[in-house]
């Protein structure tokens, strides 16, 4: 049996989780921001799913995680085209269970329009014993018939509370806590890490890079951009962060930090939107750091 899930999780969202469980679908669309947890999830679902523990799934023989391209970071539709020789896979005997086969594909808004094509097929025929665990950061960038075919979960927000009391459990005081839960923008895994002094997680080096953003002279915020327009990923974390921050601080700001979130949050937003439809980043990041 897989081990326990160590992620906050709202309570509604963790019903639907356990009722996903106990009735298990051939698919399931897992939503939320980046950094709120859906990669852990995937995995702890696909062991949950298989009766194993959550550590041999990277190495389980059949489970498929659909990889990113190394130069592009998008998937290709060669990497859907291999589900089809994956799904032909014989599960021996001695392992059969109910759920023999998960096919993950994490970040699924890197799926191309001909890969979201391509595993149309898949998701409309799927062998019985098979599940596909999906997550996206952005559903709006998936095919309506993509998510037509495929029952959703999104990571909802803990409350602030909920997040300050793991926060002191671990040992920050409340005046630090607050300050972590507001430069992690309520992002559970962030907060955790930066309250731990954790190296690892991924969106370290983006948080850093928001609170620059919004700390720094114009000049200094000219570098920083520099810095972003060399690094896609980093770029779109980076506005994410900032959405997280702003919606998490307009709960107790007032007067002239109101209006500054505000701003931080629509301009964040309008990036985010520009960037979806291939706008220049360079120019998207110079409007943003303009209003902030």
């Given at each position: ?121 898949n998701l409309e025929e799927p062998p019985l014993d098979s599940v596909f665990l999906i997550s996206c950061a952005k559903p709006s960038m ?117 209006k500054r979130w505000q701003n931080v949050l629509i301009y964040s937003y309008q990036a985010e939107t520009n960037l979806e439809t291939n ?12 209003h902030i």
């Amino acid at each position: 049996m897989s081990s326990q899930l160590d992620l906050l999780l709202n309570s509604y969202t963790l019903r639907q989780l356990q009722e996903y469980i106990k009735y298990p679908s051939s698919g399931l669309l897992i939503t939320g921001p980046t950094g709120s947890g859906k990669t852990s999830l995937l995995k702890w679902l696909a062991a949950t799913l298989l009766g194993v523990e959550t550590g041999r799934i990277d190495a389980h023989p059949y489970v498929y995680k659909l990889p990113p391209d190394t130069k592009t970071g998008k998937i290709s539709i060669d990497s859907v085209r291999l589900i089809d020789s994956f799904l032909g896979k014989a599960v021996p005997i001695t392992t059969k269970h109910p759920i023999s086969r998960i096919i993950i594909i994490d970040d699924a808004e890197d799926l191309g329009l001909d890969a979201q094509n391509a595993l149309l097929k898949n998701l409309e025929e799927p062998p019985l014993d098979s599940v596909f665990l999906i997550s996206c950061a952005k559903p709006s960038m998936l095919l309506e018939t993509v998510k037509s075919r495929l029952p959703t979960i999104n990571l909802a927000s803990v409350s602030k509370k909920t997040l300050l009391d793991r926060l002191l459990a671990i040992g920050l005081d409340n005046l630090t806590a607050t300050q972590v839960i507001a430069l992690s923008g309520g992002i559970p895994g962030l907060a955790i890490a930066l309250a731990k002094n954790q190296t690892d997680h991924s969106l370290l080096a983006a948080a850093d890079m928001a609170k620059k953003m919004l700390i720094s002279k114009q000049d200094q915020k000219l570098k920083l951009i520099s810095i972003l327009v060399k690094d896609p990923k980093l770029s779109n974390d980076v506005i994410s962060i900032l959405q997280q921050m702003a919606r998490i601080s307009l709960e107790t700001s007032q007067g002239e930090q109101t209006k500054r979130w505000q701003n931080v949050l629509i301009y964040s937003y309008q990036a985010e939107t520009n960037l979806e439809t291939n706008s220049n980043l360079r120019l998207t990041l110079s409007q943003l750091v303009l209003h902030i």
